[in-house]
């Protein structure tokens, strides 16, 4: 007997991070996903499929299909900070355990687009948290969203750094290197 939606909201917001912070808040489940407009799960099952034999972990996540441009996100199973120099894992495609919030913290409002790679970011590698990557179809995402768009990369690149000199300033020049690159040929 699958559960059903039981609380909706439709109001304005202060942007996507605001948007999730209220669903977080509102939330009762042990785990979050979100789904973005556009956005949709890659079948009915799926979330039943996850958690059959996937358990006690603080984030479960797995692949996605980026559409239009039918790109294939495949992701890593091992999380290492240097694949965070360039990429993320989507939240589109992954379980949070909603009590890693009360650890971490709400997504930084402050950011319009990196709020969810600085989470997971935080999460590996300064909160320790336990992770796996499934190797399952996950969901569908719209590539029309913001952080996608190239006009934002230098903007993306620029708070990437801000934040990793306030969390990790050991690790800056690396991180500053890659953006630097990945704006010049991206």
Known sequence: HAERL???????????????????????GEYLLFLNSGDCLHNSFIVAKVFETHLDFDIL?????????????????????????NNTI??????????????????????KIISDWIFF??????????YKHIS???AICDTEGISLKSDVWREIAAAREVE???????????????????????
Not at 13 to 23: S, V
């Open 6 to 28: 039981v609380y909706w909201v439709s109001e304005n917001d202060d942007g996507i991070y605001n948007a999730m912070n209220k669903g977080i808040l509102k939330a009762n």
């Open 61 to 85: 996540y797995g692949d996605v299909i980026w559409v239009p441009a039918n790109y294939n996100g495949i992701y890593p199973d091992t999380l290492t900070f240097d694949y965070f120099r």
């Open 90 to 111: 989507p939240h589109q495609g992954a379980f949070v355990r909603k009590s890693l919030f009360n650890t971490i913290g709400l997504y930084d409002e402050t950011h």
């Open 121 to 130: 970011l935080l999460a590996v590698f300064k909160f320790n948290c336990t």
């Open 136 to 138: 399952l179809l996950i």
């Open 164 to 186: 990793t000199q306030k969390h990790f300033p050991a690790f800056k020049e690396d991180f500053a290197d890659a953006w630097l690159i990945n704006v010049k040929t991206g």
